[in-house]
C-alpha cells in the first residue's frame, strides 16, 4: 500500500524557515513534488523532482526562496523554504507520480500526481 507521510510544519515567522518532509512508502516513483493550498483557494503546484536525475521545477512564486531535494536511501523527498512571507501559509501537501514528466507545464498538473499525503499546516506570521 502506498502511502505519503508528511511532517514539518508549523508556525513562523515572516523571513523564517521551515523544512518539510515526506516519506513515502509501498513503490517507488519517477517525479515527486509539492502543492499547496490556502484557505479559499485551489491547490497550486509549489515544486518538482524527476527523480532519477534530480531535475528540480519551482513556481515563480517560490523561486530563489524554496529547494526541493530527495534521499534516494529512504525514498524521501523535502522542502526547504527560506525568507517565509504571509502568503506561503497554507496547508501543504506531498505528490508522488509514476510517470515521468518533462517541463513544468506537466509537473505543475495535480492531475499528473496518483498518490497525495495529508497535508501539513504552514503559517507565517507578519
Known amino acids: 500500500q502506498v502511502q505519503l507521510v508528511e511532517s514539518g510544519g508549523g508556525l513562523v515567522q515572516a523571513g523564517g524557515s521551515l523544512r518539510l518532509s515526506c516519506a513515502a512508502s509501498g513503490r517507488t516513483f519517477s517525479t515527486m513534488g509539492w502543492f499547496r493550498q490556502a484557505p479559499g483557494k485551489e491547490r497550486e503546484f509549489v515544486a518538482a523532482i524527476r527523480w532519477s536525475v534530480g531535475s528540480t521545477f519551482y513556481a515563480d512564486s517560490v523561486k530563489g526562496r524554496f529547494t526541493i531535494s530527495r534521499d534516494n536511501a529512504k525514498n524521501a523527498v523535502y522542502l526547504q523554504m527560506n525568507s517565509l512571507k504571509p502568503e506561503d501559509t497554507a496547508v501543504y501537501y506531498c505528490?508522488?507520480?509514476?510517470?515521468?514528466?518533462?517541463?513544468?507545464?506537466?509537473?505543475?498538473?495535480?492531475?499528473?500526481?496518483?498518490?497525495w499525503g495529508q497535508g501539513t499546516q504552514v503559517t507565517v506570521s507578519s
Open positions: 505528490a508522488a507520480a509514476r510517470s515521468t514528466y518533462y517541463s513544468v507545464s506537466d509537473y505543475s498538473r495535480r492531475a499528473a500526481y496518483d498518490y
